[in-house]
């Protein structure tokens, strides 16, 4: 089941899920929830940023993607797809090599799965 977060009245902006009880708010400094909260706004508005901001990710799956957000000694990552109703968020976690843990990818395709399952 996912929580509709944001919803402007005029409804000219995909809404952003976030799958409830499974994805954790990580303790990034406050310029980079701004920058994330700039370029999922992008999202929302149907935009797709660039390089090296978002990346696809179709070890995922269709419409997947990554985005990237350098933090003061960090780099965090935000993995979400892309639907033709809303941009669900599938995972928030600090990278600390080139490649995604495989457990992460495992992750997110359950979380797929179970987004699938629960709509209506």
């Not at 977060?5 to 902006?13: A, E, M, V």
């Not at 370029?39 to 179709?58: F, T, V, Y």
């Not at 928030?92 to 457990?103: G, I, L």
Request: hydrophobic share 35%; aromatic share 8%; net charge positive.
């Amino acid at each position: 089941m996912s929580v509709l977060t944001y919803l402007l009245p005029d409804y000219t902006f995909k809404p952003i899920r976030w799958l409830h009880g499974e994805i954790k708010t990580p303790p990034m400094s406050t310029a980079a929830r701004r920058e994330m909260g700039m370029l999922l706004r992008e999202l929302q508005e149907g935009e797709m940023p660039a390089m090296p901001h978002s990346r696809p990710m179709s070890c995922i799956g269709i419409h997947c993607h990554e985005l990237r957000v350098n933090d003061e000694n960090k780099t965090w990552r935000l993995i979400y797809r892309i639907d033709p109703d809303a941009i669900v968020i599938l995972e928030v976690f600090e990278k600390k090599t080139r490649q995604t843990p495989r457990a992460m990818i495992e992750n997110c395709r359950r979380r797929i799965k179970f987004y699938e399952a629960s709509k209506p």
